[in-house]
C-alpha cells in the first residue's frame, strides 16, 4: 500500500524548525549547566581558600606581635639583669664593717694600729651580657670590685706581729695577706715593730 | 534530521563561546585557586612553626614577673633623692648615739654610673673604734643601700681617738621607674 504524506510542506517545515530548536536549546543548556557549575564550583573554592588565607595572615600577624612581645622580654630581662648587677656590685663591697670586725679580732693589747685604709677601685668592665635568661644568674656571680686594705701600726714583738699577720690570714673576710715590712722603730721612747700589712677583701665569701 | 549548514556554524560559534569564557573565566580562576593554595599551604607552614610561641610568651611572662619583683625589692633600698637630708640626719643621730662626732658632711653631687645614680658623700669622724665599728657596721647592713668607697681609720699614738675619712656613696632611686 502506497503511504501518500498529505501534510502541508509549510507544516513539515515547521516541525522540523521546532525539533531543531528544541535540540539547540537543550545542547546550549548541557553547555551553560557545565560551565555555570564548574565557574561556580571554581568560585566557591576560591572563596573558601581566600578566607583561609585571611585568617593565616590574621594568625601570623598576631604571632608576630607574639614574637615582637618576646623580644621586648627578652630587651627587658637584659636590662633588668645590667641594674641587678650593678646593685650586686654595690652589695658586695658592703665589707668594711666585717673586715673590721677580723682586724679587731686578729689584733690584741699588744699590736696598735695607726693606719687603716680601706680603698674600693672602680669595678671591672662589665662583660657583654650572653643571653638575658642567664645574665639574671650572672649577674649574681660576676661582681668583683678591685679593693685593696692597708693595715699599719706597731706591735711590741716579731711574735705578736706573726701572730697578727696569721690572725689576719686566717680570716674569711680577708685574703693575700701580705707583710710589706716590719722594721724596729724607736716610738715614745719604746722600741716597737713598725710594720705595714696589704691584703685583699675576700669579697667572694662575703654574704 | 540531518545537520545543515547554518547547524554547523552555530555549533562552531558556541564552541568559540564556551572556549572563550573557559579560558576568559575559568582558566583564570583556576590559576587564581591555584595560587591561593599555594600560599594557604605557605601560611599554613609559618603557623605551624611558630605553634609553641604563644606558649613561650606566657613562660617569659612568667619568669619576668620575679625578675621585676627582685628589682622592685633591691630599688626599694634606694634613698630618695628628696630625702638625702633625711638620711643625714639620722646618720648624724646615730653617730651622737654612739659618741662618734662628725666634724665633716658633705655631700656631692649625683653620679650616674651604669644604671642607677648615686649620691658620694666625704665625712671626717672622730671616735672610739668600737663607736666608730658600730656606726658602719648600721651603714653597711640597714636601708637605704650605701656603699664605702674608701675608709681611712687614723689613731695617733696616746689618743683614745679614732681619725676617720669616709666616703660613701648612696644609692639613689631612678626618677622616673626602675
Not at chain 1, 644568674?137 to 706573726?162: F, I, M, S, W
Amino acid at each position: 500500500m502506497k503511504q501518500v504524506n498529505l501534510l502541508p510542506p509549510e507544516y513539515a517545515y515547521a516541525r522540523y524548525f521546532r525539533k531543531r530548536l528544541a535540540t539547540w536549546a537543550a545542547f546550549i543548556l548541557a553547555a551553560g549547566a557545565m560551565v555555570g557549575s564548574l565557574g561556580f564550583n571554581l568560585s566557591s573554592q576560591l572563596h573558601k581558600a581566600q578566607a583561609e588565607k585571611q585568617r593565616l595572615q590574621g594568625r601570623i600577624e598576631t604571632l608576630k606581635n607574639v614574637n615582637d612581645e618576646i623580644q621586648g622580654i627578652a630587651v627587658e630581662k637584659a636590662a633588668i639583669a645590667a641594674k641587678l648587677a650593678d646593685i650586686y656590685r654595690a652589695q658586695r663591697k658592703q665589707v668594711d664593717a666585717t673586715i673590721l670586725y677580723d682586724l679587731a679580732a686578729a689584733s690584741n693589747d699588744r699590736v696598735f694600729l695607726v693606719d687603716v685604709l680601706m680603698s674600693i677601685g672602680a669595678p671591672p668592665a662589665p662583660k657583654p651580657t650572653p643571653a638575658p635568661a642567664a645574665a639574671v644568674a650572672a649577674a649574681e656571680a660576676d661582681v668583683k670590685p678591685l679593693a685593696v686594705l692597708t693595715v699599719r701600726g706597731y706591735a711590741l714583738t716579731n711574735l705578736d706581729l706573726t701572730q697578727f699577720v696569721s690572725g689576719l690570714a686566717k680570716s674569711s673576710s680577708l685574703k693575700q695577706v701580705n707583710l710589706k715590712y716590719g722594721r724596729q722603730e724607736v716610738v715614745m721612747k719604746l722600741k716597737l715593730i713598725a710594720f705595714e700589712i696589704e691584703c685583699l677583701p675576700n669579697i667572694e665569701q662575703q654574704p | 534530521m540531518k545537520p545543515s549548514k547554518i547547524d554547523a556554524i552555530g555549533f562552531l560559534a558556541l564552541v568559540g563561546i564556551l572556549a572563550g569564557i573557559y579560558f576568559g573565566f575559568i582558566h583564570t580562576r583556576g590559576n587564581d585557586l591555584r595560587a591561593v593554595k599555594r600560599d594557604v599551604a605557605k601560611l599554613t607552614r609559618v603557623v605551624l612553626d611558630n605553634e609553641g610561641i604563644e606558649n613561650a610568651l606566657k613562660h617569659d611572662l612568667a619568669d619576668l614577673q620575679p625578675v621585676r619583683e627582685k628589682l622592685s625589692r633591691s630599688t626599694g633600698r634606694f634613698v630618695d633623692r628628696k630625702k638625702i637630708d633625711d638620711f643625714l640626719r639620722r646618720f648624724m643621730a646615730n653617730a651622737d648615739e654612739m659618741g662618734v662626732i662628725v666634724s665633716l658632711m658633705k655631700p656631692g653631687d649625683a653620679v650616674t654610673q651604669s644604671a642607677f645614680s648615686h649620691a658620694p658623700i666625704t665625712m671626717q669622724l672622730e671616735g672610739a673604734f668600737p663607736g666608730i665599728y658600730a656606726l658602719l657596721h648600721g651603714l653597711e647592713t640597714c636601708d637605704p643601700l650605701a656603699v664605702i668607697e674608701r675608709l681611712q681609720i687614723r689613731n695617733e699614738p696616746g689618743k683614745e681617738k679614732c681619725q676617720v675619712d669616709l666616703t660613701i656613696n648612696l644609692y639613689l632611686k631612678p626618677e622616673s621607674g626602675a
